[in-house]
């Protein structure tokens, strides 16, 4: 470095310097900058600050790093340009590797490791570069030369503030350098590391390439494994057929051997008595020609025997051809008979009338016959007229009574059951709805009366069903005809399938009794657009295969049912249930289809409010079930009157009911009436309303062939 003269004294005067004084070496402050030596501290404390947890890369840094400390030259020029040297030789290092096609991976990774330590190791160095050099004089003092005692150059030593400027100007060129040097290793190792990058990405697209091929592999395995798989079982099915085969060929061949046998133990005998016969026939020519002649005696018998035999085989075949002819033309015949059986069936049917009302009175029953002899004002007069009598106690009559006195009433139907009917009784004449069912055409069974009269007894039967036959109501009768008469018809050639569904209509809502799901929402659609069949939809359907299969669904039936306690009956139904039964039938001989479809109704009660002190829910019930008993009377009487409009769709009961209500059905009501003499108001009711149903007159029932 050039010295500056010293000022002459005498030439110039003393000049107030415009450089910052020998004592003020630090930057003046600027907005936003750092100081180097805090700038410095900073970073050294960053360094030293705790890192985050060590992993397997920190680790193999920190060995890198105490690898090139060990051998790190002495610091100033010569280290640092043995720095730079060692720094272009770690760089050539990675290039190495990367050039050595399937090179090892972890060689990569500890090569770009060491050369990353040696780059972090770079701040200490450059820290300690950064420090101010002292003056290095002959004394080797270590203080700035020309400070004063206090540390500070005075304001005239320019000279010595230059000196100061110009080893700072070099220190700060051997910083730039060195962050220079160090910029070029971090691009190195950035290039290095974005190689590895590249190799690790072919090595992940080769992996999962490969891991694509073994799946594919594997799935190919697996199919070649089923179809092995399947030809096995094939060949075992076809081998054992095979053995059987051979297993019956040899039992045949054995019977035949036994044969055989049978017949060589037989002609050796008659060689036997043919070399008897030789002998004695030797003996004498005349014996032997006499022999010769009863053989050929025998042997024309056995022509002639074999001829007749052959005869009468023929005269067999023909009749037994005969017979068969005569038997396919029976069968012909019997077809045909079964197809007339079911016109005239029908015919008799509509004779009947497409719309029937029974009645049925049930007997007293527990406390009701305390105090009563017999039933007085009800008077069965024969199977088709019952007689209702109104009497007044003569204590009652006064002298306003007039209308109050004794009066009769007549009523006729088409069939009268009394207290003392049984169930099967009541069955024997719903028995003929149930063949037309069978035949394909539609048919409905619905029980009415006030609550208590013994409807649900009727459709469903008593609670002791399973033990006691006697007890078993329409449903589970209806199922066990239908199953004996599908067995007689299997003769025919007739084969049928059965579902059946139950629901129960409660507060105008649909609800299917098979299932304990209350959320379970059914709606009536129609079954096409241009049809008038209904059918409810997410209605479960189950098929009938068996008559304890019913008795299953009846009771789980029961279950779900809305039942409740009221003051005119202890078990009184809420809701008006629907036992669903549709039959598919086909004949395999004429490919004839039929479809019926059989609805037993068992309505609900109809009751007085004041008499069965309904309160809160059962108050809702009872309303809802009056309305829809109103409702169905409204239909009822629209189809007497033959209104144009019939209104179906004003409660849930006469829209399920339509089809049944509206001609395109064989119906069946059967109207329940109490046999206590204080229910003569709601018996009255029913029997009227029993006779408009039996005054209508709903048209012809089609039937209905299967899809």
């Not at 005696?297 to 005869?311: C, F, G, N, W, Y």
């Not at 299997?490 to 059946?500: I, R």
């Amino acid at each position: 470095m050039s010295k500056l003269p010293a000022p002459s004294s005498g030439a110039r005067g003393p000049q107030v310097s415009r450089l910052a004084p020998p004592g003020s070496l630090t930057k003046r402050p600027r907005e936003g900058s750092v100081d180097l030596e805090t700038g410095l501290d900073a970073k050294k404390s960053k360094m030293e600050a705790p890192s985050a947890p060590v992993t397997n890369l920190a680790k193999s840094k920190s060995r890198s790093m105490m690898s090139i400390a060990g051998a790190r030259p002495a610091p100033g020029r010569a280290g640092t340009a043995g720095g730079r040297v060692g720094v272009a030789a770690g760089a050539s290092k990675p290039k190495t590797t990367l050039a050595r096609p399937g090179a090892d991976r972890r060689q990569t990774t500890t090569a770009l490791n060491d050369r990353t330590n040696s780059s972090m190791s770079r701040p200490g160095l450059a820290r300690e570069k950064s420090s101010l050099v002292t003056v290095r004089g002959p004394a080797g003092a270590g203080k700035p030369a020309g400070k004063a005692a206090g540390g500070k150059r005075p304001a005239w030593d320019l000279k010595g503030r230059l000196e100061d400027m110009e080893r700072m100007f070099d220190t700060t060129n051997r910083r730039v350098e060195d962050l220079e040097t160090e910029k070029q290793t971090l691009q190195t190792d950035v290039e290095v590391k974005k190689e590895v990058v590249v190799q690790s990405s072919e090595e992940i697209r080769t992996l999962r390439s490969n891991i694509e091929r073994s799946e594919q592999e594997l799935e190919n395995l697996r199919r070649s494994l089923r179809e092995k798989e399947e030809q096995f079982n094939e060949e075992t099915v076809r081998l054992k057929r095979q053995l059987e085969d051979e297993q019956y060929t040899k039992s045949s061949l054995e019977r035949r051997l036994k044969g055989l046998e049978d017949e060589l133990s037989s002609k050796q005998t008659e060689v036997a008595g043919l070399k008897n016969s030789v002998a004695e026939l030797s003996s004498s020519r005349a014996g032997v020609e006499a022999s010769l002649s009863g053989a050929k005696t025998e042997l024309e018998a056995a022509r002639t025997q074999i001829l007749a035999l052959k005869t009468e085989s023929e005269r067999k075949s023909e009749e037994i051809k005969t017979s068969l002819a005569a038997q396919e033309e029976m069968q012909a015949k019997l077809r045909w008979e079964e197809s007339e059986r079911r016109k005239l069936h029908n015919l008799v049917q509509e004779l009947k009338g497409n719309i029937r009302v029974f009645c049925r009175m049930r007997p007293l029953l527990g406390e009701e016959k305390d105090g009563v002899d017999e039933i007085r004002h009800v008077n069965i007069q024969g199977e088709k007229t019952l007689e209702l009598i109104k009497t007044v106690d003569s204590a009652n009559e006064s002298i306003a009574g007039g209308l109050n006195k004794n009066m009769k009433y007549d009523f006729e139907f088409d069939r009268v059951f009394g207290p003392t009917s049984s169930q099967g009784d009541v069955f024997a004449e719903i028995s003929q709805l149930v063949q037309s069912a069978l035949d394909g055409y539609n048919v409905c069974v619905f029980a009415y009366g006030q609550t208590g009269s013994g409807k649900t007894f009727t459709m469903e039967g008593g609670p002791a069903i399973e033990d006691d036959e006697s007890e078993c109501g329409m449903i589970p009768r209806t199922i066990r005809q239908i199953f004996e008469v599908q067995e007689k018809l299997k003769e025919k050639s007739w084969q049928y399938k059965l579902q059946a569904s139950f629901l129960e209509i409660y507060n105008e809502e649909i609800r299917d009794l098979l299932t304990s799901d209350t959320n379970h929402k059914c709606e009536i659609k129609m079954s096409d657009s241009k049809g008038t069949d209904l059918h409810v939809t997410n209605l479960k359907s189950e098929e009938v295969t068996s008559e304890s299969q019913i008795a299953s669904m009846i009771r789980r039936a029961r279950k779900n049912r809305a039942q409740a306690k009221t003051l005119c009956n202890e078990r009184s139904s809420r809701s008006h249930s629907v036992f669903m039964l549709k039959i598919e039938g086909y004949n395999t001989a004429t490919t004839e289809t039929c479809c019926g479809t059989l609805n037993l109704v068992d309505l609900a009660g109809s009751e007085r409010i004041k008499d069965s002190g309904s309160e809160g829910m059962r108050l809702t019930e009872a309303q809802a079930i009056n309305k829809s008993l109103s409702n169905l009377g409204n239909v009822i009487m629209a189809l007497a009157q033959k209104n144009s409009h019939v209104p179906y769709r004003n409660s849930k009961l006469t829209h399920l009911l339509q089809n049944c209500l509206g001609g395109n059905s064989k119906t069946l009501m059967f109207v329940n009436i109490s046999p206590k003499e204080e229910c003569f108001s709601e018996t009255l009711n029913s029997l009227r309303f029993a006779t408009k149903v039996n005054q209508c007159n709903i048209g012809t029932a089609s039937k209905k062939a299967a899809k």
